[in-house]
Antibody, heavy 117, light 107 residues
Framework: EVQLLESGGGLVLPGGSLRLSCAAS????????MNWVRQAPGKGLEWVSAISGSGGDTYYADSVKGRFTISRDNSKNTLSLQMNSLRADDTAMYYC??????????WGQGTLVTVSS | DIQMTQSPSSLSASVGDRVTITCRAS??????LAWYQQKPEKAPKSLIF???NLQSGVPSRFSGSGSGTDFTLTISGLQPEDFATYYCQQYNSYPITFGQGTRLEIK
């Protein structure tokens, strides 16, 4: 059974940093690209970042480029998102999602990030 | 960036009804279009990929069509569990973009 468990969310001051993790199980982690997608309170879905199965290719939304870094450790079946220079508009539920055929086909339950003073 | 526009933004329907949600891309995305269902306080669930292919386990009352810039999601014979918010997403090119969502409510 595929499982994705996000962690690392919390309350952080504007300008601060946070590192999100997503623990994967139930599938061959290195064989699949992974994504981060976020959802601000009461708003729609916003794609944040993606990484290839090998980790060699990464992609970012313009809104986070230069501030966020996606990475993965295939030996530990873990996806990460390092978030720096956080702003109030980064406040959202952050979901990790496994890709199949370029489409996020399975999503974790999310971890909430709140950026506030 | 490719803009995805869904219509309507909200929709009221009854159990048993047939409903259609449309999604329009600001430029062609071939068939690289997916649909998701999201219920309150839950993670999105993938329904359809490649515009018309059902994910495993998705009931056959869901169907998708279209290519290029215009796409539709149809639910034939609404069930109580179908009342949710639906999003389209293009994955033809980065950045991946979503529609703003269509909220399907019980009439």
């Amino acid at each position: 059974e595929v499982q994705l468990l996000e962690s690392g969310g919390g309350l952080v001051l504007p300008g601060g940093s946070l590192r999100l993790s997503c623990a994967a199980s139930g599938f061959t982690f290195s064989g699949y690209a992974m994504n981060w997608v976020r959802q601000a309170p009461g708003k729609g879905l916003e794609w944040v970042s993606a990484i290839s199965g090998s980790g060699g290719d990464t992609y970012y939304a313009d809104s986070v480029k230069g501030r966020f870094t996606i990475s993965r450790d295939n030996s530990k079946n873990t996806l990460s998102l390092q978030m720096n220079s956080l702003r109030a508009d980064d406040t959202a539920m952050y979901y990790c999602a496994k890709e199949k055929g370029e489409v996020p086909d399975f999503w974790g339950q999310g971890t909430l990030v709140t950026v506030s003073s | 960036d490719i803009q995805m526009t869904q219509s309507p933004s909200s929709l009221s329907a009854s159990v048993g009804d047939r409903v259609t949600i449309t999604c329009r891309a600001s430029q062609g995305v071939s068939s690289s279009l997916a649909w998701y269902q999201q219920k309150p306080e839950k993670a999105p669930k993938s329904l359809i990929f490649s515009a018309s292919n059902l994910q495993s386990g998705v009931p056959s009352r869901f169907s998708g069509s279209g290519s290029g810039t215009d796409f539709t999601l149809t639910i034939s014979g609404l069930q109580p569990e179908d009342f949710a918010t639906y999003y389209c997403q293009q994955y033809n090119s980065y950045p991946i973009t979503f529609g703003q969502g269509t909220r399907l409510e019980i009439k």
